[in-house]
């Protein structure tokens, strides 16, 4: 069961797509199939909710992820 405060934590693939841009010098999106790449990709962390019409990551996984992985993104 998720409580409401944990649905608030949570990370969809828009989300995902704005953290992906955070980095860049305009914070664009990046492209929801470029998303859907790095959601699929060995390593990243694993969906909470995991539906064919919605993904549900935890935020704080997303962000250690990137911190990991796309060093400088918090800094755009």
Same mark, same amino acid.
């Given at each position: ?13 828009? @989300?995902?797509?704005s953290? /992906?841009?955070? $980095?860049?010098?305009? +914070?664009?999106?990046? !492209? +929801?199939?470029?998303?859907? !790449?790095?959601?699929?990709?060995? $390593?990243?962390? @694993?969906? /909470? &909710?995991?539906?064919?019409?919605? +993904?549900?990551?935890? +935020? &704080?996984d997303?962000e250690?992820?990137?911190? !990991? ?5 918090r800094?755009?």
């Open positions: 069961m998720i409580s409401r405060a944990e649905l608030r934590t949570l990370v969809d693939i828009d @989300d995902l797509r953290l /992906l841009g955070a $980095g860049t010098a305009r +914070r664009e999106r990046v !492209s +929801r199939s470029y998303a859907t !790449s790095v959601a699929s990709r060995k $390593g990243f962390p @694993d969906p /909470l &909710i995991d539906h064919p019409r919605l +993904r549900l990551w935890r +935020r &704080i997303v250690a992820w990137l911190d !990991s992985n796309r060093p400088g993104w800094a755009g």
